[in-house]
């Protein structure tokens, strides 16, 4: 119930803040706008100021004139606002039969179309701008005071950039380094082929290049480095596990198993892979608290959890002034936008598979109920980073999209003439057929992974 209950309230969100931009833009523009819809398919229950509330649908030959009636439909996986005089998802042509009017899409000027088709993505780019801005400005930032890279594991891209665990980093590029955040703002944002890299090993200082694109490949694929000291952290429990018998919860902190001091989750893996069908003793911290338990792993060596690690080191806190926040949020949505962007290049090179960098309605689900769970700063961010992939993905040159129709209106408007509505209408078709089998896949693929 958590899941729909989160679900419903993240895409409700986010549908209304994108739907309402076009709505918004169109009335600017003097647009008679039709339908403002949260949902798709048949209307559940809408209002107008001919009608006022009512369920069901309207009759079909219902005509408001400009009387926008403001719905809710069946299945809440988008929304749309239906706007007089354009070819769109509803397929309505029957505007075609006559003359442009003024208060339509099509007689508008070129500039007035492109902002009207432009203003969902550009409203979702705001909320996740004031997002950030909220967190910078009233929050701030969590600094981690260190520059000791933690325990690299094996073939990872950071050891083959030639990093080892444990190592200092002192340098980069000659800028001395004071926190994590340099560390990772430094390998990042620098523009060089190759990022030079100084570091003390075991006592010694030594230098080292790093290469551009092995950089970049390890940050889009989730891991690159991360800072030390470090203890578990359980990421998720599964239901009906040694793990959720015990009392064991998300959140929880690992810090012995059997007397043995635990710095990473490799550790984890390995001592209770090792301990088959054996009661172990595991201390854990759960907030201020510090908990023990006993469980058997039984005879495949596994209590049902998902670990990470989790910076447990010394950190402060960095405030921003109000543009200070502002200009650090933009400074975010660049970074995200250009891993976003590097995420979608491996997969169409297959790099990356598709189902390891979409989720669906499952996975927009979990994650809303489990950030929230966390705190509302949690949620927010998790916000942001959902409006942010809306208006990267709903800005692409794609059928059916807002960067399709950008394309459509961009070359009518260099002709000077509107494409064949045959044309338009069979564009839409693929695109629309394309979304959905798109669509069908992606939570085909949520549910094989639950």
Same mark, same amino acid.
């Given at each position: ?24 833009? =169109? ?7 039709? =339908? ?31 009387? #926008? ?8 996986? &988008? &929304? ?8 769109? %998802? ?45 967190? /910078?400005?009233?929050? @701030? ?12 594991? %094996? ?6 950039? @030639? ?8 340098? $980069? ?8 955040? %340099? ?6 944002? +620098? ?26 490949? @390890? ?54 892979? +090792? ?5 172990? %003793? ?22 049902? $959890? ?5 910076? #447990? ?19 975010? $949505? ?15 090179? &297959? ?23 966390? &705190? ?7 916000? =942001? ?10 800005? *692409? ?6 960067? @399709? ?23 839409? /078709?693929?695109?629309?057929? *394309?979304?959905?089998?798109?669509? =069908?896949? $992606? ?8």
């Amino acid at each position: 119930m958590d899941y729909i209950i989160y679900f419903i309230i993240t895409v409700g969100i986010l549908v209304f803040v994108h739907e309402f931009g076009h709505f918004a833009a =169109a009335k600017m523009c003097k647009i008679r706008v039709d =339908a403002f819809a949260i949902g798709f398919g048949k209307r559940i229950c809408g209002y107008n100021k001919i009608d006022g509330f009512s369920w069901g649908d309207l009759p079909k030959d219902w005509d408001g004139k400009g009387n #926008t009636d403001y719905r809710l439909c069946i299945f809440p996986l &988008g &929304g749309y606002v239906k706007v007089a005089g354009m070819v769109d %998802e509803s397929m309505d042509t029957k505007f075609m039969e006559s003359e442009p009017q003024p208060w339509e899409f099509r007689s508008k000027p070129t500039y007035q179309k492109l902002f009207v088709i432009t203003a969902g993505v550009l409203m979702n780019l705001l909320l996740t701008v004031s997002i950030f801005w909220g967190i /910078n400005f009233f929050q @701030g930032k969590q600094v981690f005071k260190s520059t000791t890279i933690s325990k690299i594991e %094996e073939n990872s891209f950071a050891s083959k950039a @030639g990093f080892k665990s444990y190592d200092k980093i002192i340098s $980069i590029d000659g800028i001395p380094t004071k926190d994590w955040d %340099e560390i990772i703002d430094n390998l990042l944002v +620098s523009s060089k082929a190759n990022v030079t890299v100084q570091v003390e090993r075991d006592g010694i200082e030594q230098k080292f290049d790093v290469s551009r694109n092995l950089i970049t490949e @390890g940050s889009q694929n989730g891991f690159f480095l991360f800072p030390y000291p470090t203890q578990p952290f359980i990421q998720d429990v599964m239901s009906d596990s040694p793990a959720e018998d015990a009392g064991i919860k998300p959140g929880d902190i690992f810090i012995s198993i059997d007397g043995s001091e635990l710095k990473d989750r490799e550790q984890v893996v390995q001592l209770i892979s +090792s301990n088959k069908e054996k009661n172990i %003793e595991i201390i854990f911290l759960r907030g201020e608290d510090t908990l023990k338990v006993m469980i058997n792993p039984g005879i495949e060596g596994k209590i049902g $959890i998902a670990v990470t690690d989790a910076y #447990t080191g010394e950190f402060e806190f960095k405030t921003y002034g109000f543009f200070g926040a502002l200009t650090h949020s933009i400074d975010n $949505i660049g970074q995200y936008t250009i891993l976003t962007f590097g995420m979608l290049k491996n997969v169409i090179t &297959g790099k990356i598979a598709f189902n390891q960098a979409f989720g669906g309605p499952v996975k927009i689900a979990q994650y809303a109920a489990r950030s929230a769970d966390t &705190g509302i700063s949690s949620f927010l961010f998790f916000l =942001a980073m959902l409006s942010l992939s809306l208006a990267i993905i709903n800005i *692409l040159p794609f059928p059916a999209l807002d960067g @399709g129709h950008f394309i459509i209106i961009l070359i009518e408007g260099i002709f000077r003439r509107e494409l064949p509505l045959k044309v338009k209408i069979a564009i839409q /078709n693929a695109g629309f057929v *394309l979304l959905l089998a798109l669509m =069908a896949f $992606i939570i085909y693929s949520d549910i094989i992974s639950l």
